[in-house]
């Protein structure tokens, strides 16, 4: 009863706080269709929460879209594989909203746009403007629906966040039309060993089952443990009325005998926070393919702004052999929950199982540390770590020619970091002159990471986001750019678009530049697969000469020029069957004379 009574008196104190934070008659659906998610705020994604909600566009691109609420934009940006085209409307009530993954912008937005594309000579870009510059009104048309960015089909991405702070505020909050009645749908509770780091174990998983008053684990109304210290995490996933796809939960909050203990709230979250997800998920279990898993208690390294603690540091400590009852409650983002309760308790008797520890090497987390050999250097700031870190090192000779050292294997992605880690090395090959300048520090091992770098004092130095293997390599090689077609002048009258896949020997490209004509021309790159150019007034029919310039990570450079001439195009006439012979001989045979038959 306690804890009813402590729960509806919390409840009451939130929703009066965020009935004042999160107006809900202020903004309104930024489509013309309703609302059907497609990714809720807070959804777990790689390295970070979803800071928005993606609404459904129906498979289609070029819906309108409308602004939520009347104010200015004030600012847009054109990224590869992130947003896309994105906009930024600032409203008068302290808050902006975000709409990304567009096609074009409204036409007198547009229009300037890429007018400054082409002062600029560039195609990423990034502009600022005024109160004086775009006002709009709610629900002015501001732009079309598309796929453009890091999307992988077509919707809008759509954010609302304070202004000043610029952290997301999570949309569901604001009274949009989005019906749901639904609660969290729960799969699975992990528990683990908070005696030692939760980078050295695997945790025990119970599978639960809904009955009419909460979630169970079936068939074990006690677990009896030999640990008496433990954390707990929920699989969890959302939906809302009427649909069937699975989104992130909002909040999950866990008591100890009814007093509570720690929890989570994805309501108010900034990018400078979000990769606190690494903290907040089981990072190792996911990264070896596992199910996303969500920490109830925070690790010792974490201090974003999702949990909060109401006793302690929010770790079950057992020090007698009673039961206690642990509930968890998971909610939506509208007060839909879906309770948890069980026993737990500790017995002396009951042996613990741990995994043999192998690494060499033991890393704290919250401290300012460094791993040192003659020729290697890995230095961890304070904050890198959520929890202690058990790695190995190892030397391993490179057999690449362009490779200036050895290959310095320090961990994996698999403990995730919150701040680069500075690496230096000392190269142990002669390197020409020539080179000097075509330094690269590389970290491969789960992907591969790229830093331009200068010997100092006979070191590089480079900063990372990941451990994992590391090397210093020269490069020479220039990029690779494919012809435009074969002739010394290339008829692209069918074509309705130039197409472009530059690559690299390293994968990474630092510049592509096309001129018509001597005058720059815009290529677009938008999944950073290929560079496209879309014919328009800028290329009439006629003979043209193109030129197109690729550099890589380190100045190597490769550049092409080619004519080509573009006009109407006229299909080719169809061609006509040829006939055998014997066809000639039969078509031409005189045909027998047919009587016509009289009326009956």
């Not at 550099?551 to 550049?559: R, Y």
Request: glycine share 8%; with cysteine; aromatic share 12%.
């Amino acid at each position: 009863m306690m804890r009813i009574f402590f729960s509806l008196t919390l409840f009451t104190l939130i929703s009066l706080h965020s009935a004042a934070q999160y107006p809900k008659d202020y903004f309104r659906n930024p489509m013309g269709i309703p609302i059907s998610l497609a990714a809720n705020f807070g959804e777990l994604r790689p390295n970070h929460w979803h800071m928005g909600l993606d609404i459904r566009t129906n498979q289609k691109q070029n819906l309108p879209v409308y602004a939520s609420a009347a104010g200015y934009i004030s600012h847009i940006g054109v990224r590869p594989e992130s947003f896309g085209r994105f906009i930024i409307i600032r409203h008068p009530n302290g808050m902006s909203t975000l709409y990304a993954h567009l096609n074009d912008f409204y036409p007198d937005l547009e229009e300037y746009v890429t007018a400054q594309q082409y002062k600029q000579e560039r195609w990423a870009i990034e502009l600022d403007f005024s109160s004086k510059d775009f006002p709009v009104s709610k629900g002015q048309f501001i732009a079309y629906s598309g796929n453009t960015g890091g999307s992988q089909g077509p919707h809008l991405h759509f954010e609302i966040f304070d202004t000043k702070s610029e952290k997301r505020l999570n949309p569901l909050l604001f009274g949009l039309p989005i019906p749901d009645q639904v609660p969290p749908d729960l799969q699975r509770l992990a528990m683990y060993d908070r005696s030692i780091t939760v980078y050295d174990q695997s945790p025990v998983f119970f599978s639960l089952k809904k009955t009419d008053s909460g979630y169970i684990i079936p068939k074990i109304p006690v677990i009896k443990t030999g640990l008496s210290a433990v954390s707990f995490a929920i699989q969890a996933t959302d939906r809302v009325s009427g649909s069937s796809n699975a989104n992130g939960i909002f909040s999950a909050k866990m008591y100890l005998d009814d007093e509570p203990q720690s929890g989570f709230i994805l309501d108010s979250i900034d990018y400078e926070e979000t990769v606190y997800i690494n903290a907040q998920i089981d990072y190792m279990q996911r990264k070896k393919g596992g199910s996303f898993v969500q920490h109830i208690s925070p690790m010792p390294g974490e201090h974003g702004a999702a949990y909060h603690l109401y006793k302690g540091d929010g770790v079950i400590r057992l020090t007698d052999t009673m039961r206690h009852l642990i509930s968890i409650e998971v909610k939506d983002a509208q007060g839909n929950t879906s309770p948890i309760n069980f026993y737990i308790q500790h017995f002396d008797s009951i042996p613990v199982k741990r995994n043999p520890v192998s690494s060499q090497i033991t890393i704290p987390p919250g401290e300012k540390w460094e791993f040192k050999k003659p020729d290697f250097i890995l230095q961890v700031q304070p904050g890198t770590l959520y929890d202690t870190a058990r790695v190995n090192y190892y030397r391993l000779t490179s057999g690449f020619n362009m490779e200036r050292s050895d290959l310095h294997q320090f961990g994996d992605i698999s403990i995730p970091v919150h701040e680069d880690v500075k690496v230096s090395i000392k190269p142990n090959k002669y390197i020409p002159e020539e080179w000097k300048d075509r330094l690269v520090l590389r970290r491969a091992g789960g992907g591969t990471s790229l830093r331009r770098v200068k010997l100092e004092n006979g070191w590089v130095n480079a900063s990372f986001g990941d451990f994992g293997v590391f090397s210093l390599v020269a490069d020479t090689t220039p990029p690779t750019l494919s012809e435009l077609g074969r002739g010394d002048t290339v008829d692209v009258s069918s074509w309705m678009a130039l197409a472009f896949a530059p690559s690299d020997n390293l994968g990474e490209l630092r510049n592509f530049r096309a001129t018509l004509d001597s005058q720059w021309i815009r290529f677009t790159n938008d999944k950073s697969w290929n560079w496209i150019y879309k014919f328009d007034e800028r290329c009439p029919y006629g003979v043209h000469v193109l030129t197109v310039s690729v550099e890589d990570f380190v100045g190597n450079k490769v550049s092409k020029t080619w004519w080509f001439k573009r006009g109407p195009y006229t299909p080719p006439p169809p061609k006509k069957k040829n006939k055998s012979v014997s066809s000639k001989k039969k078509s031409t045979a005189k045909k027998p004379a047919v009587k016509k038959k009289g009326k009956k």
